[in-house]
T-cell receptor
């Protein structure tokens, strides 16, 4: 069964600190992995997208890593800001259909305190 | 910022009412999607469209229906709303991308509450 599991479910950190969010998946055949940021009451916004051959991808203070062998990904946030408070969703796409089906994790709820 | 819009943003209605959630995009994307999301849960695909006059059901069974008469417009309709329909509904569209690296853009969502 294709699944995407994220940990931790929630996380609280102080402003300025770093944090790392985890994603494990069983989706096969794998196409690509995305990280989205979803603010409360808003739609998800794409942060990074990585294919099989990409091990790391950065977007400002966000750095995603991918280990396609172990089917694990992480999202590292550096020097956190209050605006980083949001849900971070790991999404894996398969290549078994023309639609490019997306499998969503439940997200990690990050709260940054001043 | 993605040019995809949803109205209304919030809707509270009584059981049995017919409602239409609007979604429009100005990016000229052929593929559009509707997702349902409950608090703390993953997004579930309920409908998608490859283009004009194309509509398909997603993975999560839904009593809603959709239509795609124009490229930019993908409305979702509930003929008779029930409390079990209470949820957040997210519309999305995707660009052609390169191979499987298409980007999916989400609207702000409609928070529906059926009393």
């Amino acid at each position: 069964k294709n699944q995407v599991e994220q940990s931790p479910q929630s996380l609280i950190i102080l402003e300025g600190k770093n944090c790392t969010l985890q994603c494990n998946y069983t989706v096969s055949p794998f196409s690509n992995l995305r990280w989205y940021k979803q603010d409360t009451g808003r739609g998800p916004v794409s942060l990074t997208i990585m294919t099989f051959s990409e091990n790391t991808k950065s977007n400002g203070r966000y750095t995603a890593t991918l280990d396609a062998d172990t089917k694990q990904s992480s999202l590292h946030i550096t020097a956190s800001q209050l605006s980083d408070s949001a849900s971070y969703i790991c999404v894996v796409s398969d290549r078994g259909s023309t639609l490019g089906r997306l499998y969503f994790g439940r997200g990690t709820q990050l709260t940054v305190w001043p | 910022e993605a040019d995809i819009y949803q109205t209304p943003r919030y809707l509270v209605i009584g059981t049995g009412k017919k409602i239409t959630l609007e979604c429009s995009q100005t990016m000229g994307h052929d593929k559009m999607y509707w997702y349902q999301q409950d608090p703390g849960m993953e997004l579930h695909l309920i409908h998608y469209s490859y283009g004009v006059n194309s509509t398909e059901k997603g993975d999560l069974s839904s009593e809603s229906t959709v239509s795609r008469i124009r490229t930019e417009h993908f409305p979702l309709t509930l003929e008779s709303a029930r409390p079990s329909h209470t949820s957040q509904y997210l519309c999305a569209s995707s660009d052609p991308g390169t191979g499987s690296r298409y980007e999916q853009y989400f609207g702000p969502g409609t928070r529906l509450t059926v009393t």
